[in-house]
Structures are given as structure tokens and as C-alpha cells.
T-cell receptor, first 111, second 112 residues
Framework: QKEVEQDPGPLSVPEGAIVSLNCTYS??????FMWYRQYSRKGPELLMY????GNKEDGRFTAQVDKSSKYISLFIRDSQPSDSATYLC???????????FGSGTRLLVRP | DVKVTQSSRYLVKRTGEKVFLECVQD?????MFWYRQDPGLGLRLIYF???????EKGDIPEGYSVSREKKERFSLILESASTNQTSMYLC???????????FGSGTRLTVV
């Protein structure tokens, strides 16, 4: 079993929809949680990060962490065609600088 | 704007060749990483370095080596390229204790 599980998609939604992307993990030591966005033929770019449990909002994006369920989510409101990309979750423990990545969910926002 | 620069976007090499992938960062980051990315497998860590001349094996180091002679430069070496090393290679860097990595644009390597 992988340490971090992520549905590969693809997830196809109409423009303006609310998108929910999720990851589950097995290592209870994980404390830092991140979401990366990767456009085709580009490297991943950091989108959101949170420490421990809770919510964080940045514009149209909200990241949620539920450590009791070992479940993290990224919500995108009012989705745009420019949001079409692969979204990768990543996480690590306090004493490690090594990130563990999910395999990514491909999102397509249709105009 | 901070940057991680990978020397080549696309490379085609022959089986058995020694291949060098170069990565340079201009952010004075302590940590540097090499990942490969394959469909369905996500990002897998090959090697990382937390200081000049220091290196640690990641999850899939077999067939690879690294060199970090200067803080800003981290090289990945394929000692004898094989077709199963055809992949997208991503370099990243981070500050000690920071949240996440800054990635380069990647090198798509094809071994024929």
C-alpha cells in the first residue's frame, strides 16, 4: 500500500463548478501538507500549504486537513479552464525534509 | 524571481551511455532533490542532498549517482543508461525547515 493515495482521474467539470480533490495517507507522523499544480510539460508549482489540521483559504482555493481521518482536500471554487492541470498532494513529517507525493489527479475544466 | 534551472528540456541518449543531468538554483537553498515522474507512479525520489558534498539515497537510487560540489548545483548521473530510465526527471530545491520545494521545468529523457 502506498503511503499517499490519490485518485488519478481524469476529473472533468464545467466552468464555474466547485472542484474537490482529495488524498488519503497512512503515516500519522505527517504534519506538513501541500498541494502542487502541474501544467503539461512543466514542473509542479506550490499552490497551498498547511501545517497540522485545519483549513486554509487563498482566493478561490481552500485546503483542508483532517488528521483524525488521515484525509486532505483541495477545493477550487468557480473553476476556470486555466485550472486544467494535474494536482499533486504532498506531505512530510516534522523531522524530515523529504516530501511524499500522491500520484496526481488530472483535472479538466470545460469552457 | 527565484529559479531552479535544468540544463535540458529534452534529451535522447543511447543505451549504455553515461548521462549527466544538471540542475542549478539561485535561491541559496540548502536542500536539493532529484525525482523521476512516470505515469501512474507519480514522483519518486532518486537522491537528495542537504549540504554541499552530502547526499542520501532516495527510494529508487539504483542505476543513478549524484554530485554536489557547489551549493547551487546538483547533478544526476546515469552511469549506463537503460531503456527503463526513460522518464521525466525533475530537480527541486528547498530551504531547511521550509514547507515545500521549488521545482525546475523538468528534463524529458528518452533512452533508445
Amino acid at each position: 500500500q502506498k503511503e499517499v493515495e490519490q485518485d488519478p482521474g481524469p476529473l472533468s467539470v464545467p466552468e464555474g463548478a466547485i472542484v474537490s480533490l482529495n488524498c488519503t495517507y497512512s503515516n500519522s507522523a505527517f504534519q506538513y501538507f501541500m498541494w502542487y499544480r502541474q501544467y503539461s510539460r512543466k514542473g509542479p508549482e506550490l499552490l497551498m500549504y498547511t501545517y497540522s489540521s485545519g483549513n486554509k483559504e487563498d482566493g478561490r482555493f481552500t485546503a483542508q486537513v483532517d488528521k483524525s481521518s488521515k484525509y486532505i482536500s483541495l477545493f477550487i471554487r468557480d473553476s476556470q479552464p486555466s485550472d486544467s492541470a494535474t494536482y499533486l498532494c504532498a506531505m512530510r513529517g516534522d523531522s524530515s525534509y523529504k516530501l511524499i507525493f500522491g500520484s496526481g489527479t488530472r483535472l479538466l475544466v470545460r469552457p | 524571481d527565484v529559479k531552479v534551472t535544468q540544463s535540458s528540456r529534452y534529451l535522447v541518449k543511447r543505451t549504455g551511455e553515461k548521462v549527466f543531468l544538471e540542475c542549478v538554483q539561485d535561491m541559496d537553498h540548502e536542500n536539493m532533490f532529484w525525482y523521476r515522474q512516470d505515469p501512474g507512479l507519480g514522483l519518486r525520489l532518486i537522491y537528495f542532498s542537504y549540504d554541499v558534498k552530502m547526499k542520501e539515497k532516495g527510494d529508487i537510487p539504483e542505476g543513478y549517482s549524484v554530485s554536489r560540489e557547489k551549493k547551487e548545483r546538483f547533478s544526476l548521473i546515469l552511469e549506463s543508461a537503460s531503456t527503463n530510465q526513460t522518464s521525466m526527471y525533475l530537480c527541486a530545491s528547498s530551504l531547511a525547515g521550509s514547507y515545500g520545494y521549488t521545482f525546475g521545468s523538468g528534463t524529458r529523457l528518452t533512452v533508445v
